[in-house]
């Protein structure tokens, strides 16, 4: 016979799930997850039955195998709706449950590296992250740390170390350093809920978001110096096609482009759609300059050639937006974007208004999202990044 359930668990179980609705009701509103309100908890009854529990906590497990990896990282990323309790509740909540799976452990290891970059001090070098300083941070989410990190954890040291010696963004996406990390996540299995193993992970996901931040701000960068050096020698535009642009590109537009995307990217290391743009538009860059490896083939080729102003640009369509990918930034995500960040984020793509929460859940048109087991390190095209900042771990919200 399975005994009652204790009133005081369900007294917790019905206050995490009031804690957790309207994180997870914006979440579908966002998305346009296709689920109805759960009354139980609309009614905001403060002394629930079991069965009025049960039937939220069904809701629930509905909605957690519903919202993807990505979605979970963009949402908190780009709102302001889940405070630092909020994201203790949503780690409490996947840390303790029965199975886990590779989606539960991928949301567990971002939520670990959000909450660590909320409380990390301004200021904070790389050299001073280490596994005991994590440990530290991180007790009142994971208790009490052993630091008796086994062997097999060296493996992530050895991943940072390639990422630090990248020397560009591309490098980074497409040098096998972030496989490396997701394979070595993938193979702990069970003992990557080990307490040491979770402070490993956190500070390893933490150091990579850094590296990544930087080698995006420089090339970043590099392509606005270059689009400079380019109009100094009378080039007005630019065949940027291999970015998916036009073939007579304005360099105006681009750097008007990449001013905005100083702002607007975020990211958790991903080579998705926006990603690629932005290093193939360095291509594109240094290819006009007679730089790259395309670049000194051409020149072997046809010797005496050289960048050349092209035609006056036709109007061009503006790209289309970019698809909306998950992450959490260094130094500023979660913050009130400024005014310069709304600026530019209004002029790409909006976000819709936010509705009362007893408003049903209706399907609204949106980018394609990103595919479900897309990796870590998506862009967003959506809110507030502090490329000043770039360097800095996060303040606290």
Known sequence: MTPTTPVQDLATQWSFARKLYPIYFELAREFAIDVKPCGELEAGVETPGKETVEQANQWLEHMDGAIQVHQLRQFLQTSSLVSQE????????????????????????????????????????????????????????????????????????????????CKSLDELLHGGVLEQGRKAKGLAGELFYLPVALAAFTRFGYLMRRAFFRLMLGDLNLILDGLTELEDKGIETLDCRRAQFSAQEPIIRLRMICQSWKVMFQAEYSSGSPLRMLVDLR??????????????????????????????????????????????????????????????????????????????????????????????????????????SASQPPKKK
């Open 86 to 165: 909020g994201l203790t509740t949503l780690l409490q909540h996947f840390l303790a449950k029965s199975n886990k799976s590779d989606a539960v452990r991928d949301k567990i290891d971002f939520l670990l590296v959000q909450y660590f970059s909320q409380i990390a001090p301004a200021g904070l070098n790389d050299a001073e992250v280490d596994l005991a300083y994590v440990a530290q941070t991180m007790e009142t989410v994971l208790g009490p740390i052993e630091l008796k990190p086994p062997v097999w954890l060296n493996s992530l040291d050895r991943v940072l170390d390639a990422a630090r010696k």
């Open 283 to 388: 291509a594109s860059v240094e290819h006009a300059l007679g730089r790259g490896k395309t670049s000194e083939a051409d020149a072997k080729a046809k010797p005496g050639s050289a960048a050349k102003p092209a035609a006056p640009a036709q109007p061009v369509a503006a790209p289309k937006p970019m698809a909306t990918v998950p992450v959490k930034l260094p130094a500023s995500a979660g913050k009130s974007p400024a005014p310069a960040a709304k600026a530019a984020a209004a002029a790409t793509t909006a976000r819709p208004a936010a509705k009362p929460a007893a408003a049903p859940m209706a399907k609204t048109s949106k980018p394609a999202p990103p595919p479900a087991d897309a990796p870590e390190f998506e862009v967003s095209g959506s809110t507030g990044w502090d490329a000043d």
